[in-house]
Nanobody, 129 residues
Framework: QVQLVESGGGLVQAGGSLRLSCAASGRSFRSYAMGWFRQAPGKEREFVAAISWNGGITYYADSVRGRFTISRDNAKNTVYLQMNILKPEDTAVYYC??????????????????????WGKGTLVTVSS
């Protein structure tokens, strides 16, 4: 069993940065690949980024590649999403999720996030223009 709690969301101006954190409880955190997803109002959930259990492999959505960086610290049971050069279209609720498969598998789940093992409740990111 893994419980996930996101933090770090807020209001930021376009061009700014935020770092999201996802704290996990449970002894098996390092066994899971992790993903970040987002859902904007009126839109479907979309994949943002994924990372392998040891942090060695990462995947990104085209819309965030080069601006966002996913990382993890297994000693702290935490996964991060560093978001730079934020745009108004990045406004969404951001969710972290854990899965027992691979980062690659997370990146291609359809619909996005389908079948992930555990989810957090999300944190709101609002980017003003």
């Amino acid at each position: 069993q893994v419980q996930l709690v996101e933090s770090g969301g807020g209001l930021v101006q376009a061009g700014g940065s935020l770092r999201l954190s996802c704290a996990a409880s449970g002894r098996s955190f390092r066994s899971y690949a992790m993903g970040w997803f987002r859902q904007a109002p009126g839109k479907e959930r979309e994949f943002v980024a994924a990372i392998s259990w040891n942090g060695g492999i990462t995947y990104y959505a085209d819309s965030v590649r080069g601006r966002f960086t996913i990382s993890r610290d297994n000693a702290k049971n935490t996964v991060y999403l560093q978001m730079n050069i934020l745009k108004p279209e990045d406004t969404a609720v951001y969710y972290c999720a854990a899965d027992g498969t691979t980062a690659q598998a997370i990146s291609i789940k359809s619909p996005a996030g389908h079948g992930m093992d555990y989810w957090g409740k999300g944190t709101l990111v609002t980017v003003s223009s």
